[in-house]
């Protein structure tokens, strides 16, 4: 059986083969810092009615762990690309940033180099670019943020609804202050890949209708829209009276073909696991400021991700209380080479964190995309995991792409405590993994 394949038939049209059972044919209409398309991502198979493919990101530490300051670079290229070709501002910053994105280890710095005359409301959709869109927003030294969730809040009521349809989980709630979209701002998007752009679609169509305004922006790293699914957007800019701006680092067209069903799937991570790694629960809760607010887990969310919204000036103080947390986590590392596992849409602060905690640290998260696993080389799920979520019992959660014994160090990081019997399942799972040390580390306790 072969891998995935990439054929080149011209200059900017490749192939994609899956598994021999998909193909996927790729035309790069725009790709204006030539950035390597083996560098964003590579392909692999959903378990998904809806969507049979998935392009499983090199840089958003979801998929595939990284470098986690990969992951902070895309999202300042993705910036400059805004300030650019919306704003017209200098891009002085940007052969800076395609340098650092060019090298396999970077020492590359957060800075904010979008002026305050730019001042918009930057949203991350859940649950894959939560940290793509707060590190999008680092890069204005004046705007808000927050990020859509699939957490229902029992003691509050989302501003804003809207549906991803062809997700594993559809429905994302905003809860937020009123005043801070209750406004006439221009609103950013951001998503890590629109293929057909009927997400982006259906949030501003809801905030439209409750909050109406004249611009929005739509920023992802991958734009594969086809001409139709453009129209769609441009029909929506007219029936609304509104100007939606497109922004990417590639952008082209995708036509997927399903030659033959996916072969069957194995167990990959079978075997006796007999090495008990040394567990360790650390708690980061004196830095973070815990929410006042309901859900299914008796244990409090925290106010700094982003989820109820953040300023540039509440950033600021973050980003103190990263640097104060990460000295406690140095201390606590004892492994040459450390994996830093986000749990569901908690992935900025792991990966900032991660990105301060020396040499040989990688990042990665939790995710609820169930993807098919096949162990050949170049194909985009060669390992996985699955336990129930420890946060909620009822959601699955699935881990890909880390061999066993490639780590000695494992950081786990929850938003919030865990009863330790909810930890059981991912605990016996993570032993596959044939790791020296694990630490679970939490962010707010009850």
């Given at each position: 059986m072969k891998d995935t394949q990439i054929s080149t038939l011209s200059k900017k049209t490749y192939t994609y083969t899956i598994l021999d059972s998909i193909t996927v044919d790729i035309e790069v209409t725009a790709n204006p810092y030539q950035l390597p398309l083996?560098?964003?991502?590579?392909?692999?198979?959903?378990?998904?009615?809806?969507?049979?493919?998935?392009?499983?990101?090199?840089?958003?530490?979801?998929?595939?762990?990284?470098?986690?300051q990969k992951g902070l670079i895309t999202a300042a290229l993705l910036a400059a690309r805004y300030a650019e070709s919306i704003k017209g501002l200098n891009g002085q910053v940007t052969e800076r940033l395609v340098r650092s994105f060019e090298q396999k280890e970077t020492d590359f710095q957060s800075v904010s180099f979008i002026p305050k005359s730019v001042n918009p409301v930057v949203i991350g959709f859940a649950e894959t670019a939560t940290s793509l869109g707060h590190?999008?927003?680092?890069?204005?030294?004046?705007?808000?943020?927050?990020?859509?969730t699939r957490e229902e809040i029992t003691s509050l009521t989302p501003c804003i609804t809207f549906e991803e349809e062809h997700s594993h989980?559809?429905?994302?709630?905003?809860?937020?202050?009123?005043?801070?979209?209750?406004?006439?701002?221009?609103?950013?998007?951001?998503?890590d890949e629109m293929t057909t752009g009927k997400t982006a679609i259906n949030i501003i169509q809801s905030i439209q209708t409750q909050f109406p305004r004249r611009e929005y922006t739509v920023v992802s790293i991958l734009d594969w829209r086809s001409e139709e699914n453009q129209q769609q957007f441009t029909d929506l800019e007219r029936t609304l009276g509104i100007k939606v701006n497109i922004v990417s680092l590639i952008s082209g067209k995708v036509q997927v073909n399903e030659i033959s069903k996916l072969p069957e799937q194995k167990d990959q991570l079978v075997g006796n696991y007999e090495n008990e790694p040394l567990i360790e629960f650390l708690s980061l809760s004196s830095f973070f400021e815990s929410a006042t607010v309901f859900t299914k887990n008796k244990n409090p969310l925290i106010m700094e991700t982003g989820r109820f919204g953040i300023n540039s000036k509440t950033s600021l103080v973050l980003n103190q209380k990263l640097n104060d947390a990460a000295d406690v986590l140095r201390e606590h590392r004892t492994g040459s080479k450390t994996l830093c596992l986000g749990t569901g849409e908690f992935m900025y602060i792991p990966m900032k964190l991660a990105a301060e905690m020396g040499r040989n640290v990688f990042y990665h998260s939790t995710t609820r995309s169930p993807i098919f696993i096949q162990n050949i080389q170049g194909y985009g799920a060669r390992h996985g995991i699955s336990f129930p979520n420890p946060e909620d019992q009822?959601?699955?959660?699935?881990?890909?792409?880390?061999?066993?014994?490639?780590?000695?160090?494992?950081?786990?990081?929850?938003?919030?405590?865990?009863?330790?019997?909810?930890?059981q399942p991912l605990l016996k799972q993570v032993e596959k993994l044939q790791l020296k040390s694990i630490k679970i580390v939490f962010f707010s306790h009850s």
């Amino acid at each position: 059986m072969k891998d995935t394949q990439i054929s080149t038939l011209s200059k900017k049209t490749y192939t994609y083969t899956i598994l021999d059972s998909i193909t996927v044919d790729i035309e790069v209409t725009a790709n204006p810092y030539q950035l390597p398309l083996e560098e964003l991502f590579t392909m692999a198979a959903r378990i998904n009615k809806k969507r049979s493919f998935l392009f499983v990101s090199k840089v958003l530490g979801k998929h595939l762990p990284i470098n986690p300051q990969k992951g902070l670079i895309t999202a300042a290229l993705l910036a400059a690309r805004y300030a650019e070709s919306i704003k017209g501002l200098n891009g002085q910053v940007t052969e800076r940033l395609v340098r650092s994105f060019e090298q396999k280890e970077t020492d590359f710095q957060s800075v904010s180099f979008i002026p305050k005359s730019v001042n918009p409301v930057v949203i991350g959709f859940a649950e894959t670019a939560t940290s793509l869109g707060h590190a999008f927003f680092d890069c204005f030294e004046e705007a808000e943020y927050f990020h859509t969730t699939r957490e229902e809040i029992t003691s509050l009521t989302p501003c804003i609804t809207f549906e991803e349809e062809h997700s594993h989980a559809t429905s994302h709630r905003c809860y937020i202050p009123i005043d801070m979209i209750d406004n006439e701002r221009e609103i950013i998007l951001v998503d890590d890949e629109m293929t057909t752009g009927k997400t982006a679609i259906n949030i501003i169509q809801s905030i439209q209708t409750q909050f109406p305004r004249r611009e929005y922006t739509v920023v992802s790293i991958l734009d594969w829209r086809s001409e139709e699914n453009q129209q769609q957007f441009t029909d929506l800019e007219r029936t609304l009276g509104i100007k939606v701006n497109i922004v990417s680092l590639i952008s082209g067209k995708v036509q997927v073909n399903e030659i033959s069903k996916l072969p069957e799937q194995k167990d990959q991570l079978v075997g006796n696991y007999e090495n008990e790694p040394l567990i360790e629960f650390l708690s980061l809760s004196s830095f973070f400021e815990s929410a006042t607010v309901f859900t299914k887990n008796k244990n409090p969310l925290i106010m700094e991700t982003g989820r109820f919204g953040i300023n540039s000036k509440t950033s600021l103080v973050l980003n103190q209380k990263l640097n104060d947390a990460a000295d406690v986590l140095r201390e606590h590392r004892t492994g040459s080479k450390t994996l830093c596992l986000g749990t569901g849409e908690f992935m900025y602060i792991p990966m900032k964190l991660a990105a301060e905690m020396g040499r040989n640290v990688f990042y990665h998260s939790t995710t609820r995309s169930p993807i098919f696993i096949q162990n050949i080389q170049g194909y985009g799920a060669r390992h996985g995991i699955s336990f129930p979520n420890p946060e909620d019992q009822d959601v699955a959660h699935f881990v890909y792409n880390i061999p066993p014994g490639e780590y000695d160090e494992l950081f786990v990081f929850f938003e919030r405590e865990v009863p330790a019997e909810s930890l059981q399942p991912l605990l016996k799972q993570v032993e596959k993994l044939q790791l020296k040390s694990i630490k679970i580390v939490f962010f707010s306790h009850s």
